[in-house]
């Protein structure tokens, strides 16, 4: 299924955060900065990145729903949509 700009808004604003929280990671490290903080950093990066990945699952699974009830076939199985949200759980 290929990425609309509709599905992947909030995933992509999600990411974009992501990235900043991960230089800033990169930064403490780089700086020597406590293990406590920088872990505590890492695993909200960690954290925004699963819930990207979430969301466009999310809206794959509602695009598919309304592909279904318009009488089309849908570009992914439910089979195939539970294998990617199982691969991020």
Do not use: W, Y
């Given at each position: 299924?290929?990425?609309?700009?509709?599905?992947?808004?909030?995933?992509?604003?999600?990411?974009?955060?992501?990235?900043?929280?991960?230089?800033?990671?990169?930064?403490?490290?780089e700086?020597?900065?406590?293990c406590?903080?920088?872990?505590?950093?890492?695993?909200?990066?960690s954290?925004?990145?699963?819930?990207?990945?979430?969301?466009?699952?999310?809206?794959?699974?509602?695009?598919?729903?309304?592909?279904?009830?318009?009488?089309?076939?849908?570009?992914?199985?439910?089979?195939?949509?539970e294998?990617?949200?199982?691969?991020?759980?």
């Amino acid at each position: 299924m290929k990425l609309r700009p509709e599905m992947t808004g909030d995933a992509l604003t999600r990411l974009k955060r992501a990235r900043g929280q991960l230089n800033a990671v990169i930064e403490m490290m780089e700086d020597g900065q406590d293990c406590r903080d920088v872990l505590t950093q890492l695993a909200a990066v960690s954290k925004a990145i699963d819930r990207a990945g979430f969301k466009i699952i999310a809206s794959g699974m509602r695009h598919c729903s309304a592909a279904r009830e318009d009488g089309e076939q849908p570009e992914m199985t439910e089979e195939e949509l539970e294998k990617l949200f199982l691969a991020l759980a």
